[in-house]
């Protein structure tokens, strides 16, 4: 028998739910919550194989409510049945250990076998979270911004930021003026400009210069 805890925040839901799933030979409803704490604490309590947890309740969320229990009750698998579809819903419950994640309108024979299976441990998806899923594991991270500039050269572009002159800069930095210069034309060719004051402006807006305190 699949012991069964369901998490809705609306009573009629959490009553459908549990009639439709009380018909089964297998399955028995132990309980019920209106809300993620609640969920929390009754599952604490009764121990069930299975939570069925929505996601959007008010105070305690599904999400948080389910990493807790993953968390405290590991022989607790928890199952969302919700009605939103979202990236961010969809990767916050997989992370926070649901084992699940269903649509509301998904048929009753497929939430049925769904919950046996989750009951087993096996991961169940709506196919439209799993293709949800599937486009955002083959879209490839973007790459984290590059700073093009050498350590020296940003010591010279933000004296250059300062004010100072080629003159200064040399005195301040301990090189040659000429060096000076051969620094700022390798910034000026690396970030496509060609004067000093654009050279700045440019580095700040791609992170490659913090701007001035």
């Known amino acids: 028998m699949i012991r069964i805890l369901v998490a809705d925040d609306h ?15 297998d399955l028995t409803i132990v309980g019920e919550a209106a809300d993620g704490a609640e969920a929390v604490t009754r599952a604490t309590a009764l121990r069930p194989d299975l939570v069925l947890m929505d996601l959007r309740m008010p105070g305690v969320d599904g ?80 790459p984290p911004p590059v700073n093009p500039l050498t350590p020296r050269e940003v010591e010279v572009l933000r004296a250059v930021a300062r004010g100072l002159s080629n003159v200064q800069i040399a005195r ?18 690396k970030l496509g400009v060609d004067d000093r004051t654009r050279a700045v402006m440019v580095a700040m807006e791609a992170g490659a210069l913090p701007p001035p305190t």
């Open 172 to 189: 301040e930095l301990f090189i040659g003026e000429a060096t000076v210069k051969t620094h700022l034309l390798r910034v000026f060719a």
């Open 11 to 25: 009573p009629i839901v959490r009553s459908g739910l549990a009639g439709l799933l009380e018909v089964e030979p």
């Open 63 to 142: 999400v948080s409510a389910t990493r807790t229990i993953t968390s405290t009750l590991p022989q607790t698998r928890v199952l969302v049945l919700t009605t939103y579809d979202t990236d961010d819903d969809i990767v916050h419950a997989v992370e926070a250990g649901a084992t699940g994640y269903l649509l509301k309108d998904t048929p009753r024979p497929v939430l049925v076998d769904a919950v046996r299976a989750a009951a087993r441990g096996e991961t169940v998806l709506a196919p439209p979270v799993a293709a949800r899923l599937v486009s955002r594991l083959r879209t490839p991270p973007a």
